[in-house]
């Protein structure tokens, strides 16, 4: 890696799309942060920004108010997630329905983790849907919805192996599913294989990566920890020691994020999907790197030059 291998090209930032996913605040300060982070993010003109639905409905207000405001204060396109955690099928059609009313016209759809949180072991509510697949279909039936679906570069950890993990994204596909987004990763020859494998399943929607800026390297490693996402040794050593450096860590995340997505780019990949953690400073930063500025900036640019 290094800077004559991954300097833009002129062209880059005209082909690559990137998508933003936030998750509704909890209360008027995080309120306060996502607006500031959404209005900063806004002119970077992102093909959609997806908004998270909490485990078993819990944030379901909150998530429609969040998808509402974004529909009625900004020129975004929203897309939200729903999961079919502790809820019937009348209940999830309901909320599709709700979400369709306001004018929402894409969704992600997810099983879901047990309320109890990821690793307890998943039920589905006995007159509901059962996985992702099935929520799929149920959108699919509602309207003519664009659903994007997970997908696990490193498989799900309740995945017994690859083959069942890609079955499962197989079946989303088939019963609708129009992209593919991934659990944040570290390794890129990982997602590379994924989609080697997934193609070879005969998956040929867009597996879009979904890029984890490393905000907090102890919360990401724990979190990491728990879905099964592998933090490699030279990620640890790139941030050891600056737990309490929060300025040098926040430059070094900016880094590791730019080469990662670089070096994406590098292997072909166009579109990129990043989880903010409502926070604006390390997407930009990495959108900057990639070609994708705001409108402002390009004239600011040209000024100076
Ligand atoms: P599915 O696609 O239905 O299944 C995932 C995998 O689990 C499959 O690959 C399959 O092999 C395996 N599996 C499922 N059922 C079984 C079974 N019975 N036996 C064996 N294996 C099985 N969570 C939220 O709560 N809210 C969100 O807004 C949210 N957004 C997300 C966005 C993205 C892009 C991603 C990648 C994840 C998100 N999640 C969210 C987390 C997600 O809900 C969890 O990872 C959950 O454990 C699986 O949901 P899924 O839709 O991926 O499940």
Not at 161 to 179: C, E, Q, S
Not at 230 to 235: D, F, G, H, I
Not at 239 to 249: I, N, R
Request: aromatic share 10%.
């Amino acid at each position: 890696m290094n800077q004559f291998r991954f300097s833009r090209r002129p062209d880059i930032g005209d082909k690559i799309k990137v998508s933003f996913e936030f998750f509704p605040p909890k209360n008027d300060e995080m309120e306060a942060r996502l607006w500031e982070t959404v209005t900063r993010l806004e002119p970077l003109q992102p093909k959609f920004v997806s908004v998270t639905y909490g485990a078993g409905g819990s944030t379901r207000e909150r998530t429609a108010r969040t998808v509402k405001r974004i529909l009625s204060e900004t020129t975004l396109t929203p897309a939200a997630h729903m999961t079919c955690v502790d809820a019937s099928r009348d209940e999830v059609d309901a909320v599709i329905q709700e979400f369709a009313g306001m004018g929402v016209t894409r969704f992600v759809a997810l099983r879901g983790d047990p309320a109890e949180g990821v690793g307890a072991a998943y039920r589905p509510h006995p007159g509901g849907y059962a996985n992702g697949a099935e929520l799929v279909g149920a959108l699919k039936g509602a309207g003519d919805f664009d659903i994007s679906v997970s997908a696990y570069p490193e498989k799900h950890p309740e995945s017994p192996d690859f083959a069942t993990d890609i079955d499962m994204l197989k079946r989303k596909v088939d019963n609708g599913a129009t992209r593919a987004i991934t659990q944040f990763f570290f390794d890129n020859d990982l997602y590379e294989r994924y989609v080697e494998r997934a193609r070879r399943a005969g998956i040929y929607i867009p597996i879009v990566p979904g890029i984890l800026p490393v905000h907090n390297f102890t919360q990401v490693a724990n979190f990491s920890a728990r879905c099964g996402a592998l933090v490699p040794a030279w990620l640890a050593e790139r941030f050891d020691g600056l737990q309490k450096d929060p300025q040098t860590h926040a430059l070094v995340a900016s880094a590791v994020a730019a080469e990662q997505v670089l070096d994406l780019v590098e292997r072909g990949v166009g579109d990129f999907h990043f989880y903010t953690m409502n926070r604006a400073d390390l997407v930009v930063a990495v959108c900057h790197m990639i070609g994708i500025r705001s409108h402002e900036a390009e004239t600011a640019g040209s000024a100076a030059a």
